[in-house]
């Protein structure tokens, strides 16, 4: 099985997203800070603390969701000249390549840690921080359900 597809950037940008906010650190961070802000917000309204620490819950929790939800996603996505090329992918029993202008590369389903169903993508993970994005509107209905199927018999979802 194979198939051609290109990047959509704003497609792109939120699959991104989904990335970073579904990694256990950040989650973590923006669980921490909301605790924190909604702490320091009661106790301000019951007078127990002044409104700097308040202050500084609001300001940390937007300064970390503009940078997880805007900044990070367009800046990778401007570095990364993965997006700016055209892929064929070719599927089979060994593995998973992928072409391109600029070259090729195949991984043994092996490599594969396990997979991620965003609303747009598959994201096949290496390790914990390389992924491979693979649209799912690049594939027709019958692609896309031999490509679950195979993913779903090689490969572990998380």
Same mark, same amino acid.
């Given at each position: 099985?194979?198939?051609?597809?290109?990047?959509?950037?704003?497609?792109?940008?939120?699959?991104?997203?989904?990335?970073?906010?579904?990694?256990?650190?950040?989650?973590?961070?923006?669980?921490?800070?909301?605790?924190?802000?909604?702490?320091?917000?009661?106790?301000?309204?019951?007078?127990?603390?002044?409104?700097?620490?308040?202050?500084?819950?609001?300001?940390?929790?937007?300064? +970390?969701?503009?940078?997880? $939800?805007?900044?990070?996603?367009?800046?990778? =996505?401007?570095? &990364?000249?993965? !997006?700016? /090329?055209?892929?064929?992918?070719?599927?089979?029993?060994?593995?998973?390549?992928?072409?391109?202008? +600029?070259?090729?590369?195949? $991984?043994?389903?092996?490599?594969?840690?396990? =997979?991620?169903? &965003?609303?747009? !993508?598959? /994201?096949?993970?290496?390790?914990?921080?390389?992924?491979?994005?693979?649209?799912?509107?690049?594939?027709?209905?019958?692609?896309?359900?031999?490509?679950?199927?195979?993913?779903?018999?090689?490969?572990?979802?998380?």
């Amino acid at each position: 099985m194979h198939f051609a597809f290109e990047y959509d950037k704003p497609r792109v940008v939120q699959a991104l997203r989904f990335h970073f906010l579904s990694r256990p650190e950040i989650r973590l961070i923006i669980i921490a800070i909301n605790v924190f802000a909604v702490v320091a917000g009661v106790l301000f309204y019951l007078k127990k603390i002044r409104p700097e620490p308040f202050f500084l819950g609001s300001v940390l929790w937007i300064a +970390i969701m503009i940078t997880y $939800w805007f900044a990070l996603p367009q800046m990778i =996505y401007r570095k &990364s000249s993965t !997006f700016q /090329h055209k892929f064929i992918v070719h599927i089979n029993d060994s593995g998973l390549q992928i072409d391109a202008e +600029i070259g090729h590369n195949s $991984w043994p389903w092996e490599s594969i840690t396990h =997979y991620v169903e &965003s609303p747009n !993508f598959y /994201h096949i993970y290496f390790n914990p921080t390389n992924f491979f994005l693979i649209p799912k509107y690049a594939m027709d209905t019958e692609t896309l359900k031999s490509f679950v199927a195979i993913l779903q018999q090689r490969v572990q979802k998380k």
